[in-house]
């Protein structure tokens, strides 16, 4: 076959354009710009030809544009093989192509080429084209490596630095806040919440951190669910469209993350992660989550540890009530903040009586029923302790000397009614406020003398303190 010199200078100046659009391809480390440019390049190399890109395999496209039912498509043909197909079309007269985009372990899409008013393609432009097609294709699969090695190193710090963070003694508000906002900021979850189980596994109990949705009851059927399916399964849970027609919230959450809290192979709670839109969270956001949870276990159940520990030293183990220490400390902190405060000393009369004739057991169970009822009638804020022995305290931020003198001698009353054996109490209460120089250790003598006060003028009463 004789060549003219124009067809050789053609051909010449196609395999310069490839050499240097091959050069450039292998300089893309971003799969989006590779994208972009591969219609471009193919077209300008060849303006006689249409070039059209399938980035992916279809399974619905498995038999479409066939002309027999039972023949496989060429593209899917071409993914499938990774070998050139060629379809001919002499009623319209053209031919086409479909080129793979091969790496070394992927097809990473097929180039179709249609070729009109041609029976069939040169095998210089087929060569030239696939040479081409070759190049891209390892191009796509190199920026798809890097973008995943760079995904992994940021995954990797994302964990490492939570790890880090969780682990620098926090307190475990803080430790869940935290863990909470990196979730939120990381997945762009819309609910977080943490819980975790009681050792029987009858309860559940809702950490901090947790997104208030989970504090709602629409959330129940949410928790209910995912916890005896964790319970089951004792794994992850993975859920792309969650869809109950019984539920009935405005906010239905289609995508779902559950994820156990293990710790030495026993099940201590579980997180859940969830987004309005089905199909939000990937697999690889899931791993992600996984692997986050896994490294942060360890300081999360550290900070739990470190709660239990700070509340067996701020609780009385057997009234569960404030032990003295708290109660100092709430005293101390209210006196610096506040402008006025009550103090109720609490003594139960002939207590000694009480261990001789019935023994220590029913002293002690005496101590807890007043005890209890001194928690039914406070508020939240206020601090209920032991003092010690069968003495009580209670202290009564910004309560004024009338109210606080009013609780008391409901108190009284409520021990006299309430008690089997039934005991009474004696009440020694003093005031402060910001009007007078005071002192914490003034504060307690004033109620001191109170109580000692009632106790020796008939017990079973009130008396407040001398002076104001």
Same mark, same amino acid.
């Given at each position: 076959?004789?060549?003219?010199?124009?067809?050789?200078?053609?051909?010449?100046?196609?395999?310069?354009?490839?050499?240097?659009?091959? &050069?450039?391809?292998?300089?893309?480390?971003?799969?989006?710009?590779?994208?972009?440019?591969?219609?471009? %390049?193919? !077209?300008?190399?060849?303006?006689?030809?249409?070039?059209?890109?399938?980035?992916?395999?279809?399974?619905?496209?498995?038999?479409?544009?066939?002309?027999?039912?039972?023949?496989?498509?060429?593209? @899917?043909?071409?993914?499938?093989?990774?070998?050139?197909?060629?379809?001919?079309? =002499?009623?319209?007269?053209?031919?086409?192509?479909?080129?793979?985009?091969? *790496?070394?372990?992927?097809?990473?899409? @097929?180039?179709?080429?249609?070729?009109?008013?041609?029976?069939?393609?040169?095998?210089?432009?087929? !060569?030239?084209?696939?040479?081409?097609?070759? %190049?891209? *294709?390892?191009?796509?699969?190199?920026?798809?490596?890097?973008?995943?090695?760079?995904?992994?190193?940021?995954?990797?710090?994302?964990?490492?630095?939570?790890?880090?963070?969780? #682990?620098?003694?926090? =307190?475990?508000?803080?430790?869940?806040?935290?863990?909470? &906002?990196?979730?939120?900021? %990381?997945?762009?979850?819309? +609910?977080?919440?943490?819980?975790?189980?009681?050792?029987?596994?009858?309860?559940?109990?809702?950490?901090?951190?947790?997104?208030?949705?989970?504090?709602?009851?629409?959330?129940?059927?949410?928790?209910?669910?995912?916890?005896?399916?964790?319970?089951?399964?004792?794994?992850?849970?993975?859920?792309?469209?969650?869809?109950?027609?019984?539920?009935?919230?405005?906010?239905?959450?289609?995508?779902?993350?559950?994820?156990?809290?293990?710790?030495?192979?026993?099940?201590?709670?579980?997180?859940?992660?969830?987004?309005? #839109?089905?199909?939000?969270?990937?697999? !690889?956001?899931?791993?992600?989550?996984? $692997?986050?949870?896994?490294?942060?276990?360890?300081?999360?159940?550290?900070?739990?540890?470190? +709660?239990?520990?700070?509340?067996?030293?701020?609780?009385?183990?057997?009234?569960?009530?404030?032990?003295?220490?708290?109660?100092? +400390?709430?005293?101390?902190?209210?006196?610096?903040?506040?402008?006025? *405060?009550?103090?109720?000393?609490?003594?139960?009369?002939?207590?000694?009586?009480?261990?001789?004739?019935?023994?220590?057991?029913?002293?002690?169970?005496?101590?807890?029923?007043?005890?209890?009822?001194?928690?039914? #009638?406070? =508020?939240?804020?206020?601090?209920?302790?032991?003092? *010690?022995? !069968?003495?009580?305290?209670?202290?009564?931020?910004?309560?004024?000397?009338? +109210?606080?003198?009013?609780?008391?001698?409901?108190?009284?009353?409520?021990?006299?009614?309430?008690?089997?054996?039934?005991?009474? @109490?004696?009440?020694?209460?003093? /005031?402060?406020?910001?009007? =007078?120089?005071?002192?914490?250790?003034?504060?307690?003598?004033? $109620?001191?003398?109170?109580? /000692?006060?009632?106790?020796?003028?008939?017990?079973?009463?009130?008396?407040?303190?001398?002076?104001?």
């Amino acid at each position: 076959m004789v060549v003219s010199e124009s067809q050789l200078k053609e051909e010449i100046s196609k395999y310069k354009k490839l050499y240097y659009a091959s &050069n450039r391809f292998h300089t893309y480390l971003d799969e989006t710009k590779i994208v972009e440019e591969i219609i471009v %390049t193919f !077209e300008d190399l060849f303006s006689n030809y249409r070039f059209f890109l399938q980035q992916s395999l279809e399974i619905n496209s498995l038999h479409k544009n066939t002309n027999k039912e039972n023949e496989v498509n060429p593209i @899917v043909k071409t993914f499938i093989t990774g070998e050139i197909q060629v379809e001919q079309s =002499r009623s319209k007269q053209s031919c086409i192509l479909y080129v793979p985009l091969k *790496g070394k372990h992927n097809v990473n899409g @097929v180039i179709q080429v249609i070729g009109p008013n041609i029976v069939d393609f040169p095998v210089t432009d087929i !060569e030239i084209i696939t040479l081409l097609a070759n %190049t891209v *294709g390892s191009a796509i699969e190199n920026a798809k490596l890097y973008s995943k090695s760079k995904q992994v190193i940021s995954d990797l710090q994302l964990i490492n630095e939570t790890t880090i963070e969780l #682990n620098s003694n926090l =307190r475990l508000p803080e430790t869940m806040k935290y863990l909470s &906002n990196q979730i939120i900021q %990381t997945f762009n979850a819309q +609910e977080v919440g943490f819980f975790l189980l009681s050792k029987d596994r009858s309860k559940v109990r809702v950490l901090p951190g947790t997104t208030p949705f989970f504090l709602t009851k629409p959330s129940k059927i949410y928790v209910d669910l995912l916890e005896a399916k964790i319970h089951t399964e004792n794994e992850s849970i993975f859920i792309e469209d969650f869809n109950l027609q019984h539920i009935n919230d405005l906010k239905k959450y289609r995508s779902i993350i559950a994820i156990p809290i293990i710790q030495s192979n026993n099940l201590k709670g579980f997180s859940i992660v969830m987004h309005q #839109n089905p199909n939000f969270f990937s697999l !690889e956001e899931f791993n992600l989550l996984q $692997a986050l949870l896994m490294h942060s276990s360890l300081a999360l159940m550290n900070s739990l540890i470190q +709660e239990e520990l700070e509340n067996m030293v701020k609780t009385d183990q057997l009234t569960k009530l404030h032990s003295r220490n708290s109660l100092d +400390e709430s005293i101390h902190y209210s006196m610096r903040d506040d402008n006025e *405060g009550t103090f109720i000393l609490m003594d139960i009369d002939n207590f000694k009586e009480i261990n001789d004739t019935f023994g220590h057991q029913v002293g002690d169970d005496v101590i807890i029923q007043v005890a209890k009822l001194i928690q039914k #009638n406070i =508020r939240g804020n206020d601090v209920g302790a032991r003092w *010690g022995g !069968e003495e009580l305290a209670i202290y009564l931020p910004k309560v004024s000397m009338d +109210e606080g003198l009013v609780i008391a001698e409901r108190l009284v009353k409520t021990v006299a009614d309430c008690t089997f054996p039934k005991v009474t @109490v004696s009440c020694g209460v003093s /005031y402060w406020n910001k009007d =007078r120089q005071d002192t914490y250790n003034y504060l307690f003598k004033r $109620a001191d003398e109170a109580l /000692y006060l009632a106790k020796s003028t008939g017990k079973n009463k009130v008396v407040a303190q001398k002076t104001a």
